[in-house]
């Protein structure tokens, strides 16, 4: 075989394996309404918002975003430098950027290659991330990722429900809640639960109870370890939550206080967690546990009166603040 | 001696026009080539400048550096066609590449590609008959009051490296006619003979500007070149395309989106921005004595 022949026969090949399982056109539709939302500032402005019925197999996070936005891209529109003329920026010598989070889940991958499947729902987020860039996953999104999962894959559900939990009926409200959102649920005892590698985890308890999981332990390292700009001390030889803004300023502490967050260790899927500083409080966050209370939020708080999101605004309407 | 370029005196208000208002009547030329997207705007630009080469008699050298232009253009489309993933329209979906992963072929991708292969064969057509049109000599005794060192560096290079391309071709002659039974000589032993020649050309040059008086460091005095018959024409036909680019920015013309979908490139506005660049570009060669001349060419 001649040099020219055996170049000719090399290009053949790689041309038959990368052409090997593509298609032309679009692809298959999903049966299925996907939904975009943009917001900024942690889910405190809604910018755009948008639906998209019976996605087809090539239809990517970017190409849903920029039929909706005017957007501007690099590294071949797999990230997104600016959305409706909002940018990439260093303010106050704050960074600000781009973050987008399907059914709940932080993409490690680019837009352009992260695919919509039916009922998937995308979230873009122009925050500051000076003080956390990585948040691994968020509660904004809910019924998802208890419904759909992600990647069309579902993920089963494990309700752990702690003593505190199990005595006030928080969680039989938190049981009930998810049923309904369709999640594939499993309710179990702390003893009895499985690590979270496969599973999404719920635990349900008074933080006390909560804090001996491995994951659950992330939230008392701060919004840098944990992602939730919220941190529980110890008060009085109990326990109150410290509510934190963007930029980690205790906007307020309250010992009366239940919370909805999530965390996630390593590699494993995001852990859920319904907990309060009391067990009389944490019948507030099982309430919370609901798509409107949720919807644009990293993580909400409930000091005894109104839902607070977290990262917390300044003030917190109605917190009686305590010292500790 | 073979100039550096591909200049060469030429018939023509262009080929006999100061490099100032060559600059003025195909400036305008090269800001479109970079700063508008429609095809429109880029194919009627591209084709004004090849009318420009063709009236000047510089059809074959502005044309010339298309050859790689071509290549250049195919690898941009391919490139954007594989790196991006913007646009609607998918083509191909699911192309998996070496290192790259996924990728889909989008229509718009092709589009945008297409429109940056363009946009470097137009400007390359322009700065073409640039090269092609106006004598480098000129420029440089244009730049010589305000940057003599470097005017002059820049004249020596003109000169000295199609030399020693010359002396190059000379010398592997001359090896391959010693016969059969000489021993080989390679390219290390050309290039030895090659340095060393040019060393000693250097010194004789640096030698003859001593004698000229280079190294006195005396003020160059400026050339004031005769003006041509066609120059008023060109700066007009300059300056028209000038208002005409500053008119279509005003009004949003002569841009096209490829992304999401791709839109516009063809309004009204933009279709006519095109048409009347030839126009204006056209004008330097409308006297009597140019259509003359231009018939003339026409018909041989």
Known sequence: MTGSRRIAAAVVAVATVAVAGCGLGPGESEEGTASLRVTRDHGAELIDEATLSDPTESETVVRFLDRETDIETSYGGNFVDSIDGISSAVEGGRSLDWYYYVNGYWSPIGAGEATVHANDRIWWDYRDWTDSYRVPAVVGSYPEPFRSGLNGTRVPTELVCYPSGTDGGACDEVEASLTDAGADLTTTTPAQAEDGKDTLRVLVGDWDEVRADRAAQMLEGGPGESGVFAEPVRCDGGWALQALSADKTVQGTGTDAGWIATVQLAEDQPTWLVSATDADALDAAAAMLDEETLRDHYAVASFGAEPVPLPAPDPIPDLQKVTC | ?300
């Open chain 2, 1 to 300: 001696m073979r100039a550096a370029l591909a200049y060469s005196p030429r018939p023509g208000p262009l080929g006999g026009a100061r490099p100032s208002i060559a600059a003025v009547y195909l400036g305008p030329l090269a800001v479109i080539s970079f700063s508008f997207s429609s095809p429109a705007v880029l194919l009627s630009c591209g084709l004004t400048a090849i009318g420009i080469a063709w009236a000047s008699g510089a059809l074959r050298p502005a044309l010339a550096p298309l050859r790689y232009g071509v290549t250049l253009a195919i690898t941009v489309v391919v490139v954007n066609v594989i790196v991006s993933q913007r646009g609607d329209t998918v083509l191909v979906r699911g192309f998996e590449l070496p290192v790259i992963g996924q990728v889909d072929v989008t229509l718009e991708a092709l589009a945008e590609g297409g429109i940056l292969a363009l946009r470097i064969l137009v400007a390359l057509l322009v700065f073409a008959v640039w090269s092609a049109c106006v004598d480098p000599d000129r420029i440089l005794k244009a730049i010589r009051p305000f940057a003599a060192r470097s005017a002059l560096t820049a004249t020596l290079i003109s000169r000295l490296v199609p030399l020693a391309a010359a002396d190059s071709m000379r010398l592997q002659e001359a090896a391959s006619l010693r016969g059969p039974a000489a021993a080989e000589a390679g390219r290390a032993a050309i290039a030895r003979r090659l340095v060393a020649g040019a060393l000693e050309r250097s010194v004789e040059v640096a030698a003859t500007l001593e004698l000229r008086g280079f190294g006195l460091g005396g003020r160059p005095t400026r050339v004031r070149h005769a003006r041509v018959p066609g120059e008023p024409a060109m700066v007009i036909a300059g300056l028209l395309t000038a208002a005409l680019v500053i008119a279509a920015w005003a009004a949003g013309a002569g841009t096209i989106e490829t992304y999401p979908l791709i839109s516009g490139g063809f309004e009204p506005e933009t279709l006519a921005f095109a048409l009347l660049i030839p126009l204006a570009a056209a004008l330097p060669f409308l006297s009597p004595a140019q259509l003359r001349r231009l018939r003339a060419e026409a018909a041989r």
